[in-house]
């Protein structure tokens, strides 16, 4: 197996780290740290202790600059997520929160160092390593644990965990995820290859889909917007996007050959979208993707269409069944896992 | 002063009595069965722990007082008490009625034994009768009742099984906790122990058992029906009741566990013993009766409490049975084996947990251990907040619409209420403000908007495909469930389903725990009251938050008195407060009956601020089996109890 | 556009219609319709749902579909609401094809 094929299949069956150096997290605190939050983040910010919630920002156009998740764990707000600098999403939030003073922004980057773990038995791994305490953790969940910050989120459809340590505790944590990760063939992750994951459980991508200033609304994420609210930034645009109807929405889609991102997608001739972005699947053997279609084929389950003699077909997501719907740590365990899913 | 149980008794599938229950766990004999009283036909499971029962009952209410006669008798004969006129009852109850008309359980049961003190109900899902022992010990650590007969009933019905059937909860093979197989067995019965006073027992020469030597409850404020997966809420009612008893940790003998056989419950449990005991987790024997006894619902915490006790007097650990092979993340010895194992306990913990989020630990020990120190003097009670909701409209201030989704009336007004009295008291909810406050609600039924809802999807659907949404509402502690997460309160609860008396009733328990107890400061006393198409009354809903031991708080609760009738209730309360009648003014009573106490209290406090002088005597107006009363007064006048 | 064509574009558009309108008034989700994009995740989003609600999705749509999902079926068919809606669609077309 390549490198690539080995960071994939770990992702895939069995546990993979990364480092992820271009994660954010920003520590809010202070009295008004959640009001803070909510004036400038379009999702109901109600969180419970040690609850995420996964949002955006959004500049006034209504386009998303930053892929982020809200977080509460006692009496402070986090800003974790992708796509922006600390120092601007700071300033952006600062500016925003129009007289909004009593809270502070420190971006744990400067002293912490992000670990990300994925794959079906990163829960095992990072019970571990870290601690029971990471069974406990529901997706969406946070905790601090001794001097660090651990996240249950991630973005390949597996298990995932990053985890904020000390900067001056972090070589002996990989160490440790080494040592400890041999017996369960953990490899490190490469990042194009978790780009490949990302796209496989069409989560969204800041630095692919993101780059093509589309709205939440084209991009399928009104999920991470509040049907109530109506004063955030971008909020305005959004409305009246609403208004006027959008025509054209992020659509996944298969093809049995590679395809060029930007490449024209068409149905009997006439054009109808275009390729955003594209990559093999080796879940599933074919090239998946995410294609802005316009209004009436932007529908999951049409086979109509072609790019540049390819034929191409629209299918629902997420595009691959994950490992780890199947795997629960009540029942199973990596190093029994021939038994348990037979 | 010591709590002494001096009686037992249980009616539960394991027989008749506390000796058949013990000669099954002796002989490893489960109670679970084929069920044979309703059709399981269409399930994909038949199994049950039921009451083998002649056919004497017609109706459901029939057979929860048949069980809880059996059981409430055989405890009062076991403690050989005769005069039956100053014990009271405390009684758990959820499933049996499907949430109608509890309190009439315990008023049949308390008229049926000729029982002399005050009635109370507790309905906190499947943890109510556990609750109900640790308030029956608080009455009698009180001195309001010399002893209490304090326990649970509860019977399995079609719609319960098919509802936990909805849930997937239900296990193919007889419940084995700790296991590979997962899931629960529901079953039922009646479980009743006798609490007394050191000095009542010793007066009447009876026989202690055991000491019940402290509790703790807490609440998760995290899911409906799921446990909170880091064991957070259970770990913090295991620690309260174990420094409650005045232990260590390392002091417990033997944890009965609540063990429902389910995944996530079985897994948050094992995660809060190993938080509250940690190394010495992986020594402390840990069993589930329910693999003997099913989960019998509100009478589970009784029931396994007398397993505990009998086991306790018998010098062995009680067995988890039906273990297989051991289940990953689970008890390190789960006393796996078919039979008991001789091991002396001193003390003992009990652990349940229901829907709701609620967690109770009760802690007894043998009889003969040293007394401990106790507070002398009362913490003064002041009230800083209240809010009342009519409408339930004022929820959507506090939460976003999403956050709402699917909860009832009944949960939109306690929630309205109980958002409202926070905020006058300038409490930031979902902080760690909130962790240490507690709520106390008296409700007397499930939001008929849901039995409707419930009832309309058997009738449309069948039983099979019962709304599963709507079978999670059909608990009494639904809507204080829903406020703690809304709030994030995860200090102690309880729903008290009392009679017209709840409101009051709630507001009284909750100034007596926080007056003697130090684990603490905080606890909203609550009331709610959503009528159904029969009642000519409208929607109404109370919540006043009290403090404990604020130097000089503008409002104060300085007499409060439970009893059997409000004139006593009344004579009491004055008597605490050091008043004489000519000196207090009465407050009409006026409202949906559950809530009219509270809100008369509200309209005291209104008075007081607006500069009337007071002190002000609220008592409920009912001419029923119980009274209530509390005197509001101004300034910083500590209570008095001498 | 292809008669053909056209035909499937509606039947899938009635299809997610359906499947919308039983989620909004099965879960009493106080979403409108056009807020709820195709490839909206059930679980772990911004609508709430938990595994209570998964169970009334399998309820309904056996009432509201006739379809009745298989224990190991069912994880995957309740990931957005287009994998529910390719549940509906497969089994109206292995119905017709029964029926032929």
Not at chain 2, 551 to 566: D, H, I, K, Y
Request: aromatic share 6%; net charge negative.
């Amino acid at each position: 197996m390549t490198e690539a094929e080995v960071s994939y299949h770990a992702i895939r069956n069995s546990v993979a780290f990364a480092e992820e150096p271009e994660l954010r997290c920003l520590q809010l605190t202070g009295s008004q740290a959640f009001d803070a939050l909510d004036a400038v983040c379009p999702c109901d910010i109600f969180l419970q202790d040690g609850q995420m919630k996964h949002t955006l920002l959004l500049d006034d156009t209504g386009i998303p600059f930053a892929d982020v998740y809200v977080c509460r764990e006692g009496e402070n707000a986090y800003l974790i997520g992708y796509g922006s600098g600390a120092d601007e999403i700071a300033n952006w939030v600062t500016y925003h929160a129009t007289g909004i003073t009593d809270f502070s922004i420190v971006d744990l980057g400067e002293s912490y160092d992000n670990l990300t773990i994925d794959g079906p038995y990163a829960w095992e791994l990072c019970a571990e390593v870290f601690g029971p305490d990471i069974l406990g953790l529901p997706y969406l969940g946070m905790l601090v644990l001794d001097a660090m910050f651990v996240f249950r989120a991630g973005r390949t459809g597996e298990y995932g965990y990053h985890l904020l340590v000390p900067t001056d505790q972090k070589e002996r944590w990989v160490e440790n995820l080494l040592a400890t990760g041999a017996a369960f063939e953990m490899a490190r992750a490469d990042e194009s290859v978790r780009a490949q994951c990302v796209l496989e459980s069409f989560f969204f991508d800041i630095n692919r889909e993101g780059q093509y200033h589309l709205t939440p609304l084209e991009l399928q994420l009104q999920w991470r917007l509040s049907s109530q609210k109506t004063t955030y930034p971008g909020a305005e645009a959004l409305h009246t996007l609403r208004h006027s109807g959008w025509t054209r929405r992020l659509t996944c889609f298969a093809t049995p050959d590679p395809v060029n991102a930007d490449a024209e997608i068409t149905c009997d001739d006439e054009i109808v979208g275009h390729v955003l972005v594209a990559g093999y699947s080796p879940a599933r053997g074919d090239c998946v993707g995410k294609a802005l279609l316009n209004e009436p084929y932007w529908h999951a389950g049409l086979d109509a269409f072609q790019v540049g003699g390819i034929p191409l077909k629209t299918i629902s997501t997420p595009a691959i069944n994950n490992l780890s719907l199947k795997v629960s740590p009540y029942r199973h365990s990596f190093h029994t896992r021939a038994e348990d899913l037979s | 002063m010591k709590i002494i149980v001096t009686g037992l008794g249980a009616r539960c599938a394991l027989g008749e009595n506390i000796e058949t229950l013990w000669d099954a766990i002796e002989q490893g004999h489960s109670g679970i069965a084929p069920i044979h009283r309703f059709n399981v036909g269409t399930f994909d499971t038949e199994l049950g722990a039921m009451v083998s029962s002649d056919n004497c009952c017609d109706t459901e209410a029939q057979r929860l007082l048949a069980y809880g006669c059996a059981a409430a008798n055989e405890a009062l004969q076991n403690a050989k008490i005769g005069n039956r006129d100053r014990v009271a009852l405390v009684l758990g109850t959820c499933n049996g009625l499907l949430g109608r008309d509890l309190h009439s359980v315990t008023t049949d049961l308390s008229k049926a034994l000729k029982l002399g003190e005050p009635a109370i109900t507790l309905s906190t899902a499947c943890a109510s009768s556990a609750h109900a022992i640790g308030f029956a010990a608080d009455l009698v650590r009180r001195g309001v009742v010399p002893s209490a007969l304090a326990g649970g009933v509860d019977i399995l019905s079609a719609e319960v099984f098919a509802g936990f059937h909805s849930l997937g909860l239900l296990s193919k093979h007889p419940c084995a906790p700790f296991s590979t197989n997962m899931g629960t067995t529901l079953g039922e019965g009646a479980a009743f122990m006798l609490l007394e006073s050191e000095r009542s027992a010793k007066e009447r020469d009876a026989m202690p058992l055991a000491e019940f030597m402290g509790y703790g409850f807490s609440a998760d404020a995290y899911h409906d029906t799921t446990p909170i997966p880091s064991g957070l809420g259970m770990a913090k009612a295991l620690a309260v009741a174990v420094r409650d008893a005045g232990l260590e940790p390392e002091a417990i003998d033997y944890l009965n566990a609540h063990g429902t056989g389910t995944a996530a419950n079985d897994a948050s449990e094992w995660r809060a013993i190993q938080r509250v005991f940690g190394d010495f987790a992986n020594q402390l024997p840990v069993s589930s009766s329910k693999s003997f006894l099913g989960h019998a619902q509100g009478a589970a915490g009784a029931l396994e409490a007398i397993v505990t006790l009998m086991a306790m007097a018998h010098k062995v650990v009680p067995p988890t049975i039906n273990v297989t092979q051991p289940r990953r993340n689970a008890p390190t010895d789960p006393v796996a084996r078919p039979k008991p194992r001789p091991y002396m306990i001193r003390h003992a913990v009990c652990t349940n947990a229901a829907f709701g989020g609620v967690n109770t630990a009760l802690v007894f020990g043998q009889a003969d251990g040293t007394p401990r120190d106790e507070r002398k003097v009362p913490r003064s009670i002041s009230l800083v907040g209240a809010g009342v909701a009519q409408d339930g409209q004022q929820v959507n201030q506090f939460a976003p619409r999403t956050e709402l989704r699917g909860i009832d009336m009944s949960a939109r007004l306690l929630a309205s209420a109980t958002g409202t009295a926070l905020a006058d008291a300038g409490v930031r909810t979902r902080t760690p403000d909130c962790e240490g406050i507690g709520l106390f609600v008296g409700q007397t039924r499930v939001s008929p908007e849901s039995v409707k809802a419930f009832d309309k999807s058997v009738q449309m659907r069948g039983l099979p495909h019962l709304s599963a949404s709507a079978f999670t509402r059909m608990v009494c502690n639904y809507a204080t469930g829903v406020c703690c997460r809304l709030f994030g309160l995860k200090g102690p609860t309880a729903t008290l389903s009392t009679g017209v008396e709840s409101g009051l009733t709630a507001l009284i328990l909750a100034a007596d725990r926080l007056a003697w107890r130090d684990d603490v400061n905080h606890l909203l006393a609550a009331g709610v009251d959503e009528p159904d198409a029969s009642d000519n009354y409208k929607n109404g809903a109370a919540s006043i938050l009290l403090k404990a031991g604020e130097a000089s708080a503008p409002m104060n609760l300085t007499g409060w008195a439970l009893a059997t009738n409000c004139e006593l209730a009344t004579e009491r309360a004055l008597a605490q407060a050091s008043l004489n009648r000519e000196e207090v003014v009465l407050m009409a009573v006026l409202g949906p009956p559950t809530v009219a106490g509270l809100w008369a209290v509200i309209a005291a406090m209104d008075a007081l601020k607006a500069g009337e002088q007071g002190p002000f005597l609220i008592s409920n107006r009912s001419e029923g089996s119980a009274g209530a009363a509390v005197i509001l007064e101004t300034g910083s006048k500590a209570c008095d109890l001498n | 556009m292809r008669p053909e064509l056209k035909e499937k574009i509606e039947r899938r558009e009635n299809t997610l219609n359906r499947v919308i309108e039983l989620l909004i008034s099965g879960l009493q989700l106080d979403r409108s319709y056009e807020e709820l994009d195709p490839d909206t995740p059930l679980f772990g989003t911004g609508l709430g749902l938990d595994s209570v609600d998964a169970v009334e999705i399998v309820v309904a749509l056996e009432s509201e579909f006739g379809i009745s999902l298989e224990e190991g079926d069912s994880m995957f068919a309740l990931r957005t609401i287009n994998s529910l809606v390719d549940v509906v669609l497969r089994q109206s077309e292995e119905n017709l094809d029964d029926g032929s």
